[in-house]
């Protein structure tokens, strides 16, 4: 595959790669579909699930299993920090299609006098430092150059007010030293978690195992991503904790054994959305076996998104299916639940506001994401200058993005050391042609297969004997002709999703809460 070398690369700081302007970074040439896809892509499992997984079976009663977790950046980073603080994790066979099973044996102490790397994990800077607090010794935690960027005051005061020593330089960010003590006294605690739903997350996880619970109170005015907050709560009722909200902006977790478990968990919904998304830009069909019929993960909101983008959605038996034309419409979403998807969402409105041919694009808006200027990168601002540079209408809204018609061309998409962004560009780069994404390497935080399931969904050969698309077919080329034109005649029957005209009040995905 020809791989272009960068000439100027980013500010390394903004990036995150930290290696200055100067870095030179590999270039990959994102495909550009040649003709409808007919694909199924199986896809490993959720980042989110199997880092909450990780740590409830590092405080649990007893030994454990995760069946198909994810093996990435992330995960692995934080495999490698409950194993710092004296979790025994061990590969244990497995289907092995993306790699063991684990077996989690938790530590009779948890030790510190350990460093411990974050990376870029939101998951592993947040969710550790109250694990860390209940071992004995110094426990350092540090990170990727951008992860001291992002914030973590509200769950260092937090944990500070529970009972914990933490020592930080006083920016309320990495690096900093949780001074642990073997136990946390814990109890009823304010937060400000309007940055980040994973503050509450992190105190809840291991909340059952301070001295009197934990009772977090945000004071804030909305908390994103809540879905993921219910993520936490059913996973700690599955393991037999007593874990509420009470009410809107309130969570009890209640001192308590943690029971251990064997888990499987449920593939990857966030992780799909590009693959999903493809359908629209390619036109044809991108089917996503596994997709559970329940689940808490948001990623099954793509259901009804991608319907808003002009897609016919449905999930028959125990698969979505995502079809359309090729005809992408604009859209207004409010998204303060989803920003996770909103870097795919996001592309997904250039190439609405694209068109079919740079000519016939519509306008979209997309808001409640603010908090996504905290992710791995300042999203807000790293879309719009990636989609302005090439040749779109983007601008920042103060929580958001408004994307204006306007013809796409070819030309470096960077990444930001950022895995959406990575896979946003791939994704623009299906119908405008010379886009290159530069480090798409940053895939590996949570899809280290991302350009080999991308290349076997277009049709592309990947490596010998890699798992995911198992069928991809070439039908017509061009994005006219309809369903019935692509072989898709009758669309996809089953609980597809009805698909409103576009100029409708906008698809709002929950609005979060404003604070009583
Ligand atoms: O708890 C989690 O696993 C996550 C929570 C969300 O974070 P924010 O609340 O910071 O958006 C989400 O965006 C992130 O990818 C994963
Ligand atoms: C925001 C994300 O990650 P993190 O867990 O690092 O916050 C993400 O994966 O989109």
Redesign the pocket.
Known sequence: MLIAKMNQGKDGDETGTGEGAEAAAEHWPAPVAEGRIDARVALPGS??LT??ELVLSALADGPGTLRAPLHSRDSALMIDALRALGTEISESGGDGAFGADLRIVPAAELTGSTSIACGLA??VMRFVPPVAALALGPVAFDGDPYARKRPMRPVLDALRALGADIADEGRGALPFTVHGTGALRGGRVELDAS????FV?ALLLAGARFAEGVHVVHTGERV??LP?IE??LETLRARGVDAASPRPGEWLVRPGPIAAREVRIEPDL?NAAPFLAAALVAGGRVTVPGWPAATTQVGDSLRGLLAEFGAEVARTDGALAVASDGAIRGVRLHLPQA??LAPTLVGLAALAAHGRDGTDGEPSEITGIG??R??ETDRIAALVAEINALGGDAAELPDGIAIRPAALHGGVWHSYADHRMATTGALIGLRVPGVEVEDVASTAKTLPQFTDLWQRMLGIAGPAGEPGAVRSQQLLSGAAGGLAAAGLAGGLGGDAWTVEPTAGPGFDLGGGFDDA
């Open positions: 980042k989110s880092g909450r939101g998951t940055l980040s739903s994973q997350s994103p991503s993921h993520m936490t966030s920003g996770e908090h996504i905290h992710h």
